[in-house]
């Protein structure tokens, strides 16, 4: 069965880790270019002030940029999620939203820059937002990206 935008969301929304915490995928676009991922604050996921963890506020943000890059390189490269920065900005409460945008020209510039098996580390940044648009949190994401190995050999001549 391929992987579609719209079943890896459910894939995503009904994963056991976001579905406890409160994460609900709302949309991958159809060319892989963005997501929104919402965070709802309730009585389960807030904390004891009743404002949302921070490590769900994260957890909300984790995957989503290099997956966005994996699919839109395909199989021939490896794609990793390495490290992130979250900078609280306000209490969040409600329902949290974080949308993530890869825009298939830095797509094409990270499968550039990893030609031949060079190793590319690239930040991205986004916000997450409450319901008033008022900016909650803001979020970093470093992805790794390098073509497989497999590939590389077999676009180098023999000697």
């Known amino acids: 069965m391929r992987i579609t ?3 890896l969301a459910a894939g995503m929304s009904l994963w056991a880790p976001n579905l406890w915490s409160g ?3 709302k949309r991958f676009a159809d060319d892989w270019t963005s997501a929104i991922v919402e965070l709802h604050v309730n009585v389960i996921t807030r904390n004891y002030v009743k ?5 769900s506020m994260s957890a909300m943000t984790d995957p989503y940029f290099f997956m966005l890059v994996m699919h839109q390189l395909g199989r021939d490269y ?3 999620d390495t490290r992130g920065e979250i900078e609280f900005v306000k209490p969040g409460r409600g329902v949290l939203t974080a949308r993530f945008e890869v825009p298939a020209a830095k ?3 990270l499968r550039e820059r990893a030609r031949g098996g060079a190793k590319v580390l690239e930040w ?4 997450i937002t409450d319901a008033s648009g008022d900016v909650v949190a803001r ?3 470093e992805v790794y990206v390098r073509e497989k190995m497999r590939v590389t050999a077999a676009a180098t001549p023999p000697r």
Do not use: Q, S
Request: charged share 40%.
């Open 5 to 7: 935008p719209r079943r």
């Open 23 to 25: 994460i609900r995928v």
């Open 51 to 55: 404002t949302a963890f921070g490590g």
């Open 78 to 80: 490896v794609v990793w």
């Open 107 to 109: 797509a094409e510039e």
């Open 124 to 127: 991205f940044e986004t916000d």
């Open 139 to 141: 979020v970093r994401r």
